[in-house]
Antibody, heavy 122, light 113 residues
C-alpha cells in the first residue's frame, strides 16, 4: 500500500524558515516524480513544486520560486521542501503527492499524503 | 501559466439527478504527438486529501464508480455525475499536467438539493 507521511509543519514567524519532510513507503521512491501541493484553510488546491525521479528536473510555482527548494533522498525514501522567507500567505496544509505512474515524464498526481499544517504568523 | 477556470463555483442537485461541472483552460492541454488531453479531475471531501477520479480527461481511476465520467478536449472539459449519491457531496477540482507550472481549477462544491 502506498503511504506518504508528512511532518515538519508548525507555527513560524514571517521571514522564517521551515523544512517539511515526507516519508514514502509501499513503493520504490526512486521510480516516481513527486510533488508538493498546498491548500490554505477553506481554500482550493495550489500546486507548489515537483521533482523527477533522480532530482535532475525541478519545477516551481511562480509564487514560491526563489524561496522554496524541493529535494529528495531516495536512499532514505524521503521527499523534502525547504521553505525560506515565509510569508503570511504561505499558511496552508502542505500535501506530499506522488505521480500515479512511474516514468521519465511527469504525470498526474495519483496518491496524496494526509498533509501537514504550516502557519505563518507573528 | 495555464489558468484553469471552473464553473459553477457551487451547485445543488437532487439525489439521483445529474450534476455537471465545467472546466476551461486558458490554452490547449491536448498534446498533438499522442492525442492525449493532460487533464485530471479530483474529488475532495472535508478533512481529507484529494482523491483521483479521472485522468487523460476521460479515463476513470481504479475503483471510481461509473456514474462519474469525464469529457472534452483541447480547452473545454466536463465532469458529469450521472446520478448523484449522498456520498458524492464534495469539492471537485480539475487539474492540468500539460506544462509546468501545473495548475488546478478553483473548485466546484457539490451539495444535495
Amino acid at each position: 500500500e502506498v503511504q506518504l507521511v508528512e511532518s515538519g509543519g508548525g507555527l513560524v514567524q514571517p521571514g522564517g524558515s521551515l523544512r517539511l519532510s515526507c516519508v514514502a513507503s509501499g513503493f520504490t521512491l526512486s521510480r516516481y516524480w513527486m510533488h508538493w501541493v498546498r491548500q490554505a484553510p477553506g481554500e482550493g488546491l495550489v500546486w507548489v513544486s515537483r521533482i523527477n525521479s533522480d532530482g535532475s528536473t525541478i519545477d516551481y510555482a511562480d509564487s514560491v520560486k526563489g524561496r522554496f527548494t524541493i529535494s529528495r533522498d531516495n536512499a532514505e525514501n524521503t521527499l523534502y521542501l525547504q521553505m525560506n522567507s515565509l510569508r503570511v500567505e504561505d499558511t496552508a496544509f502542505y500535501y506530499c503527492a506522488r505521480d500515479d505512474r512511474s516514468g521519465l515524464y511527469g504525470d498526474y498526481v495519483g496518491y496524496w499524503g494526509q498533509g501537514t499544517l504550516v502557519t505563518v504568523s507573528s | 501559466e495555464i489558468v484553469m477556470t471552473q464553473s459553477p463555483d457551487s451547485l445543488a442537485v437532487s439525489l439521483g439527478e445529474r450534476a455537471t461541472i465545467n472546466c476551461k483552460s486558458s490554452q490547449s492541454v491536448l498534446y498533438s504527438s499522442n492525442n492525449k488531453n493532460y487533464l485530471a479531475w479530483y474529488q475532495q471531501k472535508p478533512g481529507l486529501p484529494p482523491k483521483l477520479l479521472i485522468s487523460w480527461a476521460s479515463t476513470r481511476a481504479s475503483g471510481v464508480p461509473d456514474r462519474f465520467s469525464g469529457s472534452g478536449s483541447g480547452t473545454d472539459f466536463s465532469l458529469t455525475i450521472s446520478s448523484l449519491q449522498a456520498e458524492d457531496v464534495a469539492v471537485y477540482y480539475c487539474h492540468q499536467y500539460y506544462s509546468p507550472p501545473l495548475t488546478f481549477g478553483g473548485g466546484t462544491k457539490v451539495e444535495i438539493k
